[in-house]
């Protein structure tokens, strides 16, 4: 069993910044790949970043790519995820996931990840 803990998230002004973390626990493994979703009300739960445990490659949506960076700080088993540039638009719940046996192509769908955190609101005012 691996336990997720989302923190970080708030309210923020649009073009302001937020870093959510997330501190892993149990069985985590070091070629995990940890990830970050997000759920905006009445849309499905879309992909945003991951990141490799091992190496640290990392991948991201289109939609955030050069305002979001994610990162982890292994002596922690912490992922976070800074977030920048924010716009109102990326509004949502933000959780964060696990995949313990991941393929070599880093993942970025739902069923591929294995845990899942409570999640984290973030809300971005005009």
């Known amino acids: 069993q691996v336990q997720l803990v989302e923190s970080g998230g708030g309210l923020v002004q649009a073009r302001g910044s937020l870093r959510l973390s997330c501190a892993a626990s149990?069985?985590?493994?070091?070629?995990?790949?940890m990830g970050w979703f997000r759920q905006a009300p009445g849309k499905e739960r879309d992909f945003v970043a991951a990141i490799r445990w091992s190496g640290g490659a990392s991948i991201y949506a289109t939609s955030v790519k050069g305002r979001f960076t994610i990162s982890r700080e292994i002596a922690k088993n912490t992922v976070y995820l800074q977030m920048n540039s924010l716009k109102p638009e990326d509004t949502a719940i933000y959780y964060c996931?696990?995949?313990?046996?991941?393929?070599?192509?880093?993942?970025?769908?739902?069923?591929?990840?294995?845990?899942w955190g409570q999640g984290t609101q973030v809300t971005v005012s005009s």
């Open positions: 149990g069985r985590t493994r070091s070629s995990a790949v």
């Open positions: 996931a696990a995949d313990i046996d991941p393929p070599v192509v880093l993942p970025t769908t739902e069923p591929q990840y294995d845990y």
